[in-house]
């Protein structure tokens, strides 16, 4: 147990060493090597007798954030052009910011600044990526990676999980230290929460992530990279071993985490990839793959897996009520409330408090702490990014064709869990979602910048 906080603290160290040196790569280094550990580390930690160190270990994160942002805009060589994206990213954090310094609603201002934190780091990480030197991250090594943490959760999850049928968690420390640190109460039947389970009653891992529902998301992230590896100008196959692995590796994690919304998603993006790299026969494919599930469910499955799947369609089994019970409370909060509640007021400082407000909806979260305005801000930035995206793929070429591709797929991977979870809280899946989405309007910008003194046949940027 004690390699989480040996290894999370060792990438921190390594990562800001990198950033000393005005090296990028530090950035993604800590991202990839901590952040998939991030609570485990923080419950081992608490489980050895170390709780008083556990808040510098918490800030870690944070530290390289904006130390990742300072060292870029210390280090930029010319005058950037803004992007449409860059401005209203600028707006989301202004308008957040006056929620933070005004005395809006009933929290003090730590806990607007914990609230403010949570809800406003993703544009720092953003702009960590969309002002650094592209050149110097290698897409492939980045990618490589994230291949590598999914191969390594879904190993911890077949031999440490499911084999014994034994939660990780529970010899980890996990509720401990939720109970110390915010406040937590322990719920369902194998002494975490009840998202460690289903209605059922069968157990849902999370692996080296803080629960199932990250380990969910994190698969869809890894196959968002997949397939933009996959997904060449010429639309061929050519993964590796390591890629195959990977691949097999999502499956494994998605089936095992039973997250719904990340498993619609995961066969979403397959759709989405045949679609967008016009393979006609995977489409057809998918069409009759979806009808031989309807008529699988309607004529063989029977029992649990039946009832769990319709009660999950007709929103009657406890976890969709719940959802749909948060729902309605964070929208109710919005109508009285347009211009929102105040920071805190929906979230993770609300959960401390027992006082949550709608806290299974990323938007709703959003909406009820700071109004309607700026949760229409955040959509279309959101949406924004995902134009930009369809605009530019397909004059771009190679690693930023790809880019571009991880990018789109991201941000439709993420589409449904944005809407049954609070996926900022995911850090590992925030940090990385943002920085390339920075890394791919930097890549963007760059070319419109330089187009006219670079040849057609060149690539603008020389992402490695």
């Known amino acids: 147990m004690f390699l989480f906080p040996v290894i999370y603290i060792a990438s921190f160290i390594y990562g800001a060493y990198l950033l000393l040196k005005k090296d990028i790569r530090g950035f993604p280094v800590f991202v990839v090597g901590g952040l998939p550990i991030y609570i485990q580390a923080l419950s081992v930690t608490h489980l050895y007798g170390f709780a008083s160190i556990i808040p ?42 006056l929620y933070l310094i005004l005395p809006i609603g009933p929290y003090p201002f730590m806990s607007r600044l914990l609230a403010f934190k949570a809800l406003s ?23 490589s990676w994230i291949c590598i943490v999914t191969i390594i959760a879904a190993v911890v999850l077949i ?26 109460e322990q719920s369902g039947n194998y002494g975490l929460f009840w998202t460690f389970e289903t209605e059922t009653g069968f157990k849902r891992f999370g692996s080296i992530f803080s629960s199932p529902l990250e380990l969910a998301a994190s698969t869809v992230l890894t196959l968002s990279v997949l397939l933009a590896l996959a997904g060449d100008r010429f639309m061929h196959f050519r993964f590796t071993g390591l890629y195959t692995a990977s691949l097999l590796a999502t499956l ?46 309607i004529f063989v499955v029977k029992g649990d897996i039946l009832s769990f799947v319709v009660d999950t369609l007709r929103f009657q089994n406890a976890s969709s009520i719940g959802h749909v019970l948060e729902w309605m409370n964070g929208l109710q909060a919005m109508a009285a409330h347009p211009f929102g509640m105040g920071l805190g007021s929906s979230g993770r400082v609300a959960m401390e408090t027992n006082d949550n407000i709608g806290g299974e909806n990323q938007l709703i979260i959003i909406g009820v702490q700071t109004g309607i305005p ?91």
């Not at 998603?265 to 069409?287: E, G």
């Open 121 to 143: 780091m993703f544009p720092l990480i953003y702009f960590a990526g969309r002002f650094c030197k592209a050149a110097s991250i290698n897409l492939n090594h980045l990618f």
């Open 374 to 464: 700026v949760l229409l801000v955040y959509v279309f930035i959101y949406f924004l990014l995902l134009q930009t995206g369809f605009r530019n793929l397909g004059k771009a070429r190679g690693k930023k064709r790809r880019l571009i591709l991880a990018v789109i797929f991201l941000k439709i991977g993420m589409l449904i869990p944005l809407l049954t979870s609070y996926i900022d809280s995911f850090n590992y899946i925030t940090y990385t979602i943002n920085f390339l989405s920075g890394l791919m309007i930097n890549v963007i910008m760059y070319r419109e910048e330089n187009e006219q003194e670079i040849p057609n046949d060149v690539e603008a940027v020389s992402i490695k």
């Open 252 to 297: 494994t994690c998605i089936l095992l985490a039973v997250s719904r919304a990340s498993m619609i998603n995961y066969f979403i993006l397959f759709y989405c990839f045949a679609h967008l790299t016009r393979q006609k026969k995977l489409v057809h494919f998918f069409h009759l793959a979806f009808i031989a599930v309807v008529l699988l469910l």
């Open 56 to 97: 510098l270990l918490q800030g870690c994160k944070e530290i390289i954030a904006i130390g990742a942002l300072a060292m870029v805009v210390f280090t930029l060589d010319r005058k950037p052009k803004w992007h449409a994206v860059d401005q209203w990213m600028l707006v989301f954090m202004s308008i957040t910011f």
């Open 159 to 184: 031999f440490v999980e499911w084999i014994p049928y034994e939660h990780l968690h529970t010899k980890t420390g996990f509720m401990d230290f939720h109970v110390q640190f915010f406040n937590a």
